[in-house]
């Protein structure tokens, strides 16, 4: 990997960079997932390249549904699996939920690579699904519909970060309450969701491990509160207005 110095003014920017550019030497992550990024790191410019207190009120409900879920998954594509294989793994082991490998340009092969770079970041062999896939989500076409019955097929709470949008609805549509970490509030997959963190994924995941060791000792009663009062279109809203009222008192002077 190219050493970035820490001294660099983008340090965390660049880093996050060079994990996906290593992710696609090693058959992880798709090129198409390196414009994903690029579309998402523009949203981290608008938003300030910090956790808006909406996105910390999105990633607290998150938490709290995890929690309450009965059958959980996290679903783990190839910008996830090379950004945050240890955070992901360890959310898994902490809310005791399987990962599932779900990657919208399917090949088997990167799937394999994806499973293996998860086992060697600690997960148990027997908690990451996908490389056997046994049921297809209805509404999509065969290779994007596959998932498995063990995992995503049927949970109730389904931690998608990065989704697409078609998934993302066809998922809610089946009942689920779907989590998407996504830093565009104007995506399909944001309005689709359940419940939306407009937030960078590292610092999301970073967010979900500190908030559920919180959030473990509390009642199901408190979880359920946050829950239930939980807005997703005004939570989006609230993001949209951050940005609009940051864009109009932007001085270009404090940029630097
Ligand atoms: P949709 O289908 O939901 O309308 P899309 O076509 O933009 O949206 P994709 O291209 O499938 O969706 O996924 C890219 C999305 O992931 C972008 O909206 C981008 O903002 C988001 N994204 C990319 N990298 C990150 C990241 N590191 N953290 C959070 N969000 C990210």
Known sequence: MFQVPKSHPRYESLIKREKLAEGVRAGITSFQGLIAHGRGEA????????????????TKTAVAMLLLAERPVLSVNGN????????????????????????????????????????????P????????????????????????????YSADVVLTPLEDGDRCEALVRMGKR??????????????????????????AVNNMIRLAAELKEASRGELEKFVETFDNRGNLQSVLKIIAERLTQLDIIELD
């Open 43 to 58: 949203f981290d410019y608008l938003i300030g390249e910090r956790t808006l207190p909406p996105a910390l009120n999105a």
């Open 80 to 123: 996830v699996a090379a950004l945050v294989p240890s955070g992901i793994v360890e959310l898994s082991r902490f809310l005791d939920a399987p990962l599932e490998i779900n990657i919208f340009y399917r090949t088997e092969e990167r799937v394999r690579r994806i499973k293996e770079h998860l086992l060697r970041h600690g997960a």
């Open 125 to 152: 062999e027997e908690k990451v699904l996908g490389d056997k896939p046994d049921a297809l989500i209805p509404g999509l076409e065969h290779a994007r519909a596959k998932a498995t019955r063990r995992g995503i």
């Open 178 to 203: 779907v989590i998407a970490i996504d830093l565009n509030p104007l995506s399909r997959t944001a309005r689709a969701a359940t419940v939306t963190v407009v937030d960078d994924l590292t610092r």
